[in-house]
């Protein structure tokens, strides 16, 4: 078969019992469709329908042909919606901590979205880091403290620096430390989960007598809450911090000891990166959302 629109010309005359009302749904005139229903009989050997008065009949060889040429429909249909779906714009992927989707960052994606109508955005708050070789997001903004996969290109937005805080009801009963070479006679809450910022933990351990941490938690939302509840002193991201110190709801013990500090990146999937939206939205947002960290 020279033509496979020809078989779409066959099942309109199959299904509508002539040539002219298949020249009405195809959108073509009668004796185009006529002369292709004669080219696709020649090709194929077969007669496929026997003309009277009533119009089309299909033989027991058009009828025998009727499945697999649905078949072939069918295929063409999924073909061309697949087609569709593969241009249709898709949206770019971003995952990162829940506090980083802040207005400020949204104003960014907001003010990009009205340059970029078209660019859509979906956003995948995690503790978790994702897969983004696997394609579980195209973008990550992370606190890496350790190796990252190289395939990843690499966007450095600023460096995290962390350090103990405590709150002001804490700090009236006990008093806060002014170095970290002196833990003595505090207590301590942290946060552990599958690994995630075990820096910070071991950091504790390493100074701190058994017993001095009294609770431990895996999510940072309720360690920051303890930490403001004044259970504990407890080691915290300066910036999500800024908020409560700001306010009188935290204080801050003493300076960002080295040790703890960790770069904060914006990770892209290579294969996400070759998508011209992707680039350029991240042409766009490394350096404005860079400045919230400065």
């Not at 010309?9 to 292709?36: D, I």
């Not at 898709?90 to 907001?110: C, E, G, H, K, V």
């Not at 995948?124 to 903004?141: K, M, Q, Y």
């Not at 995630?196 to 058994?210: E, Q, T, V």
Request: charged share 25%.
């Amino acid at each position: 078969m020279k033509n496979w629109s020809d078989v779409r010309v066959f099942l309109a005359v199959l299904r509508n019992g002539s040539t002219l009302a298949a020249s009405r749904k195809l959108g073509m005139s009668q004796p185009t469709v006529a002369r292709r229903i004669e080219v696709l009989e020649h090709e194929t050997g077969l007669i496929l329908f026997e003309r009277d008065n009533r119009g089309f009949q299909p033989t027991e060889a058009g009828l025998a042909l009727r499945p697999l040429a649905e078949g072939l429909e069918a295929s063409a249909l999924e073909l061309a919606e697949k087609a569709k779906e593969l241009a249709r714009p898709r949206p770019i992927r971003i995952t990162a901590y829940p506090a980083n989707f802040s207005p400020r960052m949204t104003q960014i994606l907001s003010d990009y979205s009205a340059l970029h109508p078209k660019t859509r955005f979906e956003m995948i708050p995690s503790v978790l880091p994702l897969d983004l070789a696997a394609g579980e997001a195209d973008i990550a903004l992370r606190i890496v403290m350790s190796e990252t996969d190289p395939t990843l290109i690499r966007r450095k937005i600023s460096t995290a620096r962390f350090t103990l805080f405590g709150a002001p009801s804490y700090a009236e009963k006990r008093g806060l430390p002014a170095t970290p070479d002196n833990l003595d006679g505090h207590s301590f809450v942290t946060y552990q989960r599958d690994g995630l910022f075990s820096r910070h933990h071991d950091w504790l351990i390493r100074r701190l007598a058994p017993g001095q941490i009294i609770m431990s938690f895996a999510e940072a939302e309720l360690l920051a809450a303890a930490i403001r509840a004044g259970r504990g002193l407890g080691i915290m991201n300066l910036k999500l911090a800024e908020p409560d110190e700001k306010a009188g709801r935290l204080i801050r013990c003493f300076e960002p000891p080295e040790g703890l500090s960790a770069e904060h990146l914006m990770l892209i999937s290579p294969k996400a990166y070759k998508r011209a939206e992707v680039k350029e939205f991240t042409k766009f947002f490394a350096p404005r959302y860079a400045t919230i960290f400065k």
